[in-house]
């Protein structure tokens, strides 16, 4: 993913990111495995039950970021493929680092 393709789904806020996502839940391992539309698309190697996708989400990004775990907040789609998550801390910049090729 390029950073241009990657940034439709990143926006800076005053205190951190929101990552608009599609899970694609059940799968071998997580992993950012592209884009689907406007949107990152994230393989969650947990199934979407009781909470636990989302909880493996959450997850990832405090791993990858090494920020703490309240810093990652699940804004919308909690029952849903569709999530916005808010990374506190987490500028655009850093974020296309770690995910644009």
Same mark, same amino acid.
């Given at each position: 993913?390029?950073? $241009?393709?990657?940034? +439709?789904?990143?926006?800076?806020?005053?205190?951190?990111? &929101? &990552? #608009?996502?599609?899970? !694609? $839940?059940?799968? #071998?391992?997580?992993? +950012?495995?592209?884009?689907?539309?406007?949107?990152?698309?994230?393989?969650?190697?947990? $199934?979407?039950?009781?909470?636990?996708?989302? !909880?493996?989400?959450?997850?990832?990004?405090?791993?990858?970021?090494?920020? $703490?775990?309240?810093? +990652? !907040?699940?804004?919308?789609?909690?029952?849903?493929?569709?999530?916005?998550?808010?990374?506190?801390? &987490?500028?655009?910049?850093?974020?296309?680092?770690?995910?644009? #090729?």
């Amino acid at each position: 993913m390029t950073p $241009p393709e990657l940034s +439709v789904a990143l926006k800076n806020t005053e205190k951190g990111l &929101v &990552v #608009s996502c599609h899970i !694609q $839940p059940n799968a #071998s391992r997580t992993a +950012v495995t592209g884009m689907y539309g406007n949107e990152l698309k994230i393989a969650l190697k947990v $199934p979407p039950v009781d909470g636990k996708a989302n !909880q493996e989400l959450c997850r990832f990004f405090a791993e990858t970021f090494q920020i $703490p775990s309240g810093a +990652v !907040q699940l804004l919308s789609g909690h029952a849903a493929r569709k999530k916005r998550i808010f990374l506190r801390g &987490v500028r655009m910049e850093l974020f296309l680092k770690e995910f644009a #090729s």
